[in-house]
């Protein structure tokens, strides 16, 4: 088992829907929580970061994260083409690795159709 | 804040070469990290710097890697007898000391091996 998974995609929304995207880890003490959006050809760019269990809301973002069940989410309202994207989970604290560094998720590919 | 600046940011070398990178860490962060990234995958954690010291490795830092940050600011990664496998992008991210803090990523160094 991936210590980090989520589902490769291709995602396909149309301009205006709801994109989910989904990311499950495999370790409890694990304690933070991030999603970064990464354009082709680019390096990884940071858009939420989360802590606690329940939502946190950032523009048309909002990461959820339910620690019981090993799961966090992001949600993009009113998706746009520019949000066209690959989105890495990334989890910080992965008993395996060390505390300070993160285990990705191999992303998922994001595309929002005009 | 000028961000995390990576150089150069393509690298194409003969196998068997050594090569070296630098980073450059957004200027308040006293930590630094490398990853490495082949496509398709998210990036996977090499080391970790607090100030000048290198505090973490990954078993996948083989002997023909090696990481400096001197004085605490910039950090080189060099890669000796450059392999096939070698081919990547290798990634600087820099953060705050605070348990919470995000990792910030420079733009990369892409390194072909011919």
């Known amino acids: 088992q991936k210590e980090v998974e989520q589902n490769s995609g291709p995602l396909s929304v149309p301009e205006g829907a709801i994109a989910s995207l989904n990311c499950t880890y495999s370790?409890?003490?694990?304690?933070?929580f991030f999603w970064y959006r990464q354009y082709s050809g680019k390096s990884p760019e940071l858009i939420m970061s989360?802590?606690?269990?329940g939502d946190k809301e950032d523009g048309r973002f909002t990461a959820q994260l339910n620690k019981a069940s090993q799961y966090v989410s992001l949600l993009i309202r009113d998706s746009q083409p520019s949000d066209s994207a690959t989105y890495l989970c990334?989890?910080?604290?992965?008993?395996?690795?060390?505390?300070?560094?993160?285990?990705f998720g191999s992303g998922t590919q994001l595309t929002v159709l005009p | 804040d000028t961000g995390v600046s990576q150089d150069p940011r393509h690298k194409i070398t003969k196998r068997g070469q050594n090569v070296t990178f630098r980073c450059d860490p957004i200027s308040e962060h006293n930590r630094l990290y490398w990853y490495r990234q082949t496509l398709g995958q998210g990036p996977e954690f090499l080391t970790y710097?607090?100030?000048?010291?290198?505090?973490?490795k990954s078993r996948l830092l083989s002997d023909r890697f090696s990481a400096e940050r001197p004085k605490g600011s910039f950090s080189t990664l060099e890669i000796q007898r450059t392999e096939q496998g070698d081919s990547a992008m290798y990634l600087c991210a820099s953060s705050g000391l605070g348990a919470d803090q995000p990792q910030h990523f420079g733009d990369g160094t892409r390194l072909s091996i011919l």
């Open positions: 370790d409890r003490v694990s304690q933070s």
């Open positions: 990334a989890v910080k604290g992965i008993t395996s690795g060390s505390a300070r560094q993160l285990t």
């Open positions: 989360i802590y606690s269990n």
């Open positions: 710097f607090q100030n000048e010291a290198q505090l973490e």
